[in-house]
């Protein structure tokens, strides 16, 4: 059985010009959803530790369900199943938002628990004995502290949203993969096409890790 295969880097280059049509709806996506996903975070990653249980039960839950199923479950089901519930479509780009954002959130509710509560007691306590009130010394203290450690595993959630959108092809969202099988379903070119997919992830993942390092050098949050 002949194994041998050939590469043509003619192919990948020309497959270029098509995949970057992807880019666009990629970072929309998942840049979209991560600004949700971030606000969803602040809110129910506070609510998490609140004293009142009321509050913070349903918090967990939330976090629980979106942190332990699979985003590719979520998106299937916000695209197919809700629109059973509401009685109307759902569009592709709004389902793969939504599903990032609320997978995102989850995570990032974690992210904001954890930065809060790693904040020394002794600081809080050296802002109420200033005069300042309980939520003055939380937005004026203890917050922008939590800020600038949260950076670092924000940048991981980030990173993490845009590969997942690669998982989106499957409702028909015109990103990088979707973009890729399209092309390779009309030139057979998959290894030259895949290679070039990846590449270009890996160009976004990259840039994105080099100025989320910068940004956290710089020390522009938490001053």
Do not use: C, H
Request: charged share 10%; net charge positive; no cysteine.
């Amino acid at each position: 059985m002949d194994m041998t295969f050939q590469f043509s880097w003619e192919a990948a280059f020309a497959s270029l010009p098509y995949l970057i049509k992807g880019i666009p709806w990629t970072l929309l996506i998942s840049f979209g959803g991560l600004a949700i996903g971030f606000a969803i975070g602040i809110a129910f990653g506070l609510l998490s530790i609140s004293r009142t249980w009321l509050l913070r039960w349903p918090a967990r839950v939330y976090i629980e369900i979106f942190r332990g199923t699979p985003v590719l479950v979520q998106v299937l089901f916000i695209f197919y199943g809700l629109p059973q519930i509401l009685g109307g479509p759902i569009n592709a780009i709004v389902a793969g938002i939504a599903a990032i954002a609320l997978n995102s959130g989850a995570y990032i509710s974690e992210i904001v628990r954890g930065a809060v509560v790693s904040i020394d007691r002794g600081q809080r306590e050296a802002g109420l004995s200033l005069g300042l009130s309980r939520r003055q010394t939380f937005w004026s203290v203890t917050w922008p502290q939590a800020l600038r450690r949260m950076i670092p595993p924000l940048g991981n959630q980030a990173i993490v949203s845009i590969k997942d959108t690669s998982l989106f092809s499957v409702i028909g969202v015109g990103e990088l993969v979707r973009q890729g099988q399209v092309y390779i379903a009309t030139t057979f070119n998959a290894l030259e096409v895949y290679l070039m997919v990846a590449l270009l992830y890996l160009a976004i993942t990259l840039s994105l890790s080099l100025l989320l390092r910068w940004f956290e050098r710089s020390g522009v949050v938490g001053q």
